[in-house]
């Protein structure tokens, strides 16, 4: 059975939407899902309702679009991982993407600066959720507040401050269907738990 799952800002996470695997009807193709995505932006602004409008517009593209399941390169020895562009226009507030990951590799603990959703297509992934938890002499200090095991199949949607990392699991690559809104730079950081600090990514 497939999960949707929301990944707050404060390391949280709770099932939302309807997970189902929606019926291959007619094909949907991805010019028609970014024409819904771009209506989705205009009817809502805050990030949870976005995500749960969009997420089963991911589901419904997953299932009747196959040839996207292939469009993803093999991860680089060099780095571990890959990306692959579907998608990214300039002042066009969306990034679709594919990403793979050797097993084994794992991702800096990051925000992503902007709402996302990924969608398992292969593989097994760890996701580690934290959450911040300012001291006196250390105001980006984490905690760790749960992890959750992605499946293909499973969605994560995640709100702009959602705290994570990756970690690819089992004997083969993961492979991701990934969408995010427009970055915030200045508001995207990686974390690092040795020293206590954060600096952009």
């Known amino acids: 059975m497939s999960h949707n799952w929301l990944l707050s800002d404060d390391g949280t996470h709770r099932p939302f939407g309807n997970p189902e695997t929606l019926e291959p009807g007619q094909y949907y193709r991805l010019y028609r899902f ?3 995505l771009e209506d989705i932006l205009e009817i809502f602004h805050d990030d949870v309702s976005r ?3 969009i ?17 993803y390169s093999a991860p680089d020895p060099k780095t571990g991982w890959s990306v692959n562009f579907l998608y990214r226009e300039h002042e066009f507030p969306l990034t679709v993407q594919m990403v793979s990951w050797l097993p084994g590799q794992t991702s800096p603990i990051h925000n992503h600066g902007t709402w996302g959703i990924v ?3 292969g593989g097994q992934e ?3 959720l934290w959450r911040r938890s300012p001291l006196p002499n250390h105001p980006d200090h984490l905690e760790l507040v749960d ?21 690819a699991l089992g004997n083969e690559p993961t492979v991701s269907f990934n969408l995010y809104g427009r970055t915030r730079f200045d508001q995207r950081y990686e974390f690092d738990l040795a020293t206590q600090t954060a600096k952009l990514f």
């Open 55 to 71: 997420t089963p517009l991911v589901r419904k593209l997953l299932v009747s679009s196959y040839w996207l399941q292939l469009e």
């Open 119 to 121: 969608a398992l297509v």
């Open 147 to 167: 992890d959750i095991i992605l499946n293909p199949g499973d969605v994560v949607a995640l709100t702009a401050d959602a705290i994570h990392s990756v970690e």
């Open 34 to 36: 970014l024409t819904e």
């Open 126 to 128: 760890r996701n580690r």
């Open 51 to 53: 995500l749960e409008a």
